[in-house]
């Protein structure tokens, strides 16, 4: 079992002692133990079956055993007995029947360590410089008078304490123990078995500790004869009693986190042996010696990683004291590397090698406890980093070997059969979901060999070497995979014959980085690399489009990728870094096709500028790539164990001889889903480009080549043998790449226009609705498309961008456009407030609202006209049908009916009574005039603004009385009384 999940975690042990206490019989059990939840702090030991007592070495995973030089802490933790202020007589606590004595502590507790006097002898008699290693500070015998520590001892077999100032007669581990005498004082504390006790009681108002302990000789180590051991507290109610086994440690095991590894995984090494936990207070680290030398050193390191012992007189090897020290066949790690493992650093471990000042001894493995009191160590750090690792060439099917306490464990690298390694599978989305523009649709690849640290959620990272990317490529863009000769130089001003070469390999054609191993090249500074990119002029001029040329737009752009270099050689500037490419030779005809200045990270996707593309034109022979940093980001060169993974790809997209250019690559960075799953997942989404946006390098900038959320984008439908294919390079277990891929068909829609309504009135809002997917842009923002405003644009007034329609509107087949007349100008689409707005993120659904003008200017925008009678039209000019066809949809022939007719709005009812009053000559001519005011302001009669005032002038004929009657008599219809004003206006009997 790996026991990852417990590392470096106090806050579980709450957990743990749920899990662990005993069901007890008697209520008041109960309540003593949620006193102790309540007054203790959490404990890093099992729980105890008593409620009040807690033994460091009870464990029913050891079966209660412990061994050698091991400290064992007791507590007492008694509500009876926690007061810190007043005095508390000392709690009843014996060790086979003899006094142990209890010390209370700041949290109320009361603590005792204890040992066995030989092994805690023979412990500190290795030390080779006091304070490291084993060291239980100095030694003293039962005999010592009270006067010295403030009190009695004399049921021991002796006893150690932490500081030797002021004391005499005090002895070391290798001489017998005698009396001390003295007066102790505060000095070096050189205890290093009990490293983290709690403070003891030092309130002026009671004893110390409150049994009047010298506080100098705190922690204090009480050491006893014993081949079993039996603590009993003998409270006010029933004794309470832990009895534990001195004898060889039950249990001890170890494992790794998985069956068979991947190259360049890390080996997580978990090893459970009690007897390594020496410190009851601490999480004890232990350094192993694996070559041809055995050696064990106990605390080279601390917990944290910085050097205790290492380094010094105080690195001492216990290989040959173990047996001295009560180790059986534990307490020796061995590794067999192999042709498999490889030995690493991490925070706990930071050095592969320890010293003892004179002897080095290489090829080391620390291991740590995961808390303190657990007996449970690993080889990994509070970041997931093991000091195990499987080697980057390792070859599949063979293993490694850890052996401890005699027992072997295999580490096999990869699999030789089948029925282990799994072949990887990606796919996109879950079946049931049709890719569609604007939206993100999931794509998962499972394959353990990526799994390298089971510890963490790995990442497909591109500038890590060992990853392996999922691509996706359209067209054919030019890319590293042909690339090679890569060197470095120290200066950018070194003539480039001096270059120090490195070696480069693109051992995955499908995903073309180039990785570069600089170990070929020495230790020191580079401002410049050079590298042949293994291709032609002829294969960037086919790539590239130049749009001096004619019927050619579009774009140009560079994706590069040099993280690698950011993270391994140190390069954190990137801001004066340029980059040429030279022609025929290393050198020759440079264009630089990136100036200083133009970056800003170690990772950009940059637009080339036509100049760049049109210099290359007249460009022949090899292409070489130089990328110069310059002194203000200068890179470092320092035995480097990882290689360098980088990208460095053109792309094009646009319009040659009306075909459509779209070349680029995309890299899936995918991430793992949790630890230990072999499942990493991602997002791809694209857009179609448009006449709007094909040429426009703001849209083009929206896509993500190198991403775990990939976004791409497409000019047309791909579908059959032209589908996408995203693919993935395998690494099998014969050490091949097999690609495996997964294909999907990419259909464009045809646009549906509709309209609310089917007939409207003056003045009425009219929602026009556009559905087509292909517009949807963005997969979580509203797209807007805009009115052309330009009155230069032969387009102006329709949706659309630098002269290219999308979608445009028309009364009476007239475009719905302004116009001037007499110096006044009159509105258009985009005057009335037109706006093309999706209906919600990813919708692909848009609307327009316009209300229905009474007045259009006429097609050569010399006059008004009257929109009455007229039907409604809307033009989409859609890029691609469902059929990849470019093509025009319009309102009226996608309906079976083209009764889009303006018509005009019911007279209201004081219009009406005003009629029928001026028949019935109750009013004047003149209040009648109001009623075809009316008609004028809405537009049912047109006139000039300029004769608006010359109607209550004319003399309106009888014969339109009978008219008004009939119409508010319902005699006859509105449109007709209307039509007869009109035709009053248009005879010139009302001069307008």
Not at 37 to 47: K, Q, V
Not at 120 to 131: F, I, N, Q, R, Y
Not at 551 to 563: A, M, P, Q, V
Not at 970 to 990: A, C, H, M, P, R
Request: glycine share 8%; net charge negative; hydrophobic share 35%.
């Amino acid at each position: 079992m790996y026991y990852k999940f417990l590392r470096r975690t106090a806050t579980t042990m709450l957990f743990v002692i749920i899990q662990h206490i005993e069901i007890l019989n008697k209520i008041h059990y109960l309540l003593a133990i949620f006193s102790i939840i309540l007054l203790i702090p959490i404990m890093n030991a099992e729980a105890s079956s008593n409620p009040n007592l807690f033994v460091s070495a009870e464990n029913s995973q050891f079966n209660n055993h412990f061994s050698g030089s091991m400290v064992i802490e007791v507590v007492v933790s008694d509500p009876n007995i926690n007061d810190l202020d007043g005095v508390r007589g000392e709690p009843d606590v014996t060790l086979n029947g003899k006094s142990l004595r209890m010390v209370q502590t700041t949290d109320g507790s009361w603590y005792a360590y204890f040992a066995n006097v030989d092994k805690a002898k023979a412990a500190d008699s290795t030390v080779g410089l006091a304070g490291k290693g084993l060291d239980f500070g100095v030694f003293c015998s039962k005999d010592t008078t009270s006067s010295v520590f403030g009190i009695s001892l004399s049921e021991t077999d002796g006893f150690a304490v932490p500081k030797s100032a002021g004391l005499v007669d005090f002895t070391n581990g290798n001489s017998s123990i005698s009396p001390c005498t003295g007066s102790p004082t505060g000095s070096t504390n050189l205890n290093n078995v009990v490293r983290h006790p709690k403070s003891i009681n030092a309130n002026p108002n009671i004893p110390t500790g409150q049994i009047g302990l010298n506080s100098n000789a705190w922690p204090l180590i009480q050491l006893y004869s014993f081949n079993g051991v039996t603590i009993q507290y003998n409270s006010a109610g029933p004794s309470q009693e832990v009895s534990l086994e001195y004898d060889e440690i039950q249990n001890i095991s170890f494992s790794v986190d998985r069956d068979f590894y991947p190259k360049n995984a890390e080996v997580f090494l978990t090893v459970n042996d009690f007897q390594l936990n020496q410190d009851p207070t601490d999480q004890d680290s232990w350094t192993f010696g694996i070559g041809s030398s055995p050696s064990t050193f106990y605390q080279a390191y601390d917990n944290s990683g910085f050097s205790s012992a290492n380094g010094g007189t105080g690195l001492v090897n216990l290989i040959p004291h173990l047996s001295t020290l009560g180790f059986e066949n534990n307490g020796k790690l061995s590794v067999n590397l192999g042709s498999v493992i490889e030995l690493q650093s991490n925070n706990e471990q930071p050095a592969t090698s320890v010293s003892d000042g004179s002897q080095t001894f290489s090829e080391i493995l620390t291991l740590v406890e995961d808390r303190s009191n657990s007996g449970i160590f690993d080889n990994a750090d509070h970041s997931d980093q093991s000091t195990l690792g499987i080697l980057a060439n390792a070859p599949r099917g063979q293993t490694g070997s850890v052996e401890y306490n005699k027992q072997l464990l295999s580490i096999l690298s990869g699999s030789s059969t089948a029925t282990i390694s799994l072949a990887p599978t990606l796919t996109i989305g879950d079946g049931s979901q049709s890719l569609k523009p604007g939206t993100k649709i999931p794509i998962i690849l499972v394959d353990s060999d990526q799994n390298f640290n089971s510890g963490l959620r790995d990442n497909l990272d591109a500038f890590r070497d060992s990853s392996i990317l999922p691509t996706l490529k359209i067209g054919n863009p030019i890319t590293l995979e042909n690339a090679s000769d890569v060197d470095f130089f120290t200066l950018s001003t070194d003539l480039l014959t001096s270059g120090k070469s490195a070696n480069s390999s693109v051992p995955d054609k499908n995903s073309a980085r180039l990785i570069i191993n600089t170990s070929p090249v020495s230790n020191g500074t580079f401002e410049k690399i050079s590298l042949n990119l293994g291709i032609s002029a002829s294969d960037l001029k086919s790539l590239f489009i130049d749009t001096s040329l004619s019927n050619s737009d579009g774009t140009n752009w560079l994706n590069y990728d040099l993280r690698s270099f950011a993270n391994d050689l140190k390069i954190s500037d990137f801001t004066k870094t340029s980059m040429t490419l030279s022609f025929g030779s290393l050198g020759a005809s440079p264009v630089t096709i990136i100036n200083s200045g133009a970056l800003s990270s170690p990772k950009g996707f940059i637009q080339l500028d036509n100049s760049v593309i049109q210099s290359i034109s007249g460009k022949s022979g090899t292409v070489y790539l130089v990328i110069t940093f310059d002194s203000n980001g200068k890179g470092t060169i320092s035995s480097e164990v990882n290689s360098q993974p980088i990208i460095f790809d053109f792309f094009s997209f646009g319009i040659v001889n009306s075909n459509d250019v779209n070349n680029a690559i995309y890299r899936f960075e995918l991430e793992e889903t949790s630890d230990n799953s072999s499942i990493f997942d991602g997002t791809i989404e694209y857009s179609f480009a448009n006449q709007l946006n094909i040429f426009d390098p703001l849209f083009i900038q929206t896509i993500q080549p190198i991403d775990d959320q990939i976004k791409f984008i497409l000019l047309d439908r791909l579908v059959g043998d032209k589908g996408i294919s995203v693919s993935y390079s395998d690494l099998d277990k014969v050490g091949v790449f097999t690609t495996t891929s997964t294909k999907s068909n990419i259909n464009t829609t045809s646009g549906i226009l509709s309209t609310d309504s089917q007939s409207y009135r003056f003045g009425q809002p009219v929602t026009i609705t556009l559905h087509d997917p292909d517009l949807n842009l963005k997969n979580d923002l509203v797209d807007i498309y805009s009115v052309i405003n330009d009155p230069n644009s032969k387009n102006v007034d329709t949706v659309g961008k630098d002269g290219s329609i999308l979608l445009e509107v028309l009364f009476k087949d007239i475009r719905y456009k302004r116009c001037t007349i007499n110096g006044v100008e009159h509105m258009g689409l985009d005057t009335a407030g037109f706006i093309l707005t999706e209906t919600g993120p990813n919708t692909g659904t848009f609307e327009g609202i316009i209300k229905i003008p009474t007045t259009i200017c006429n097609k050569s925008g010399t006059e008004l006209i009257t929109s009455a009678g007229g039907n409604l039209d809307v033009k989409y000019y859609d890029s691609r049908d469902v059929f990849g066809n470019a093509n025009i949809f319009s309102l009226l022939k996608s309906k079976s009916t083209t009764s889009f007719l303006v018509s005009n709005p019911e007279i209201p009812n004081w219009v009406k009574n005003n009629a029928k009053s001026w028949s019935s000559t109750i009013i004047s001519d003149s209040e009648f005039i109001d009623g075809i005011e009316y008609f004028i302001e809405e537009g049912f009669i047109v006139i000039s603004p300029t004769d608006h005032s010359s109607i209550n002038e004319q003399k309106i004929p009888n014969w339109l009385k009978n008219n008004a009657k009939w119409c508010a008599d319902n005699q006859i219809s509105d449109e007709d009384f209307v039509k007869s004003i009109q035709y009053l206006v248009t005879k010139g009997i009302i001069r307008i």
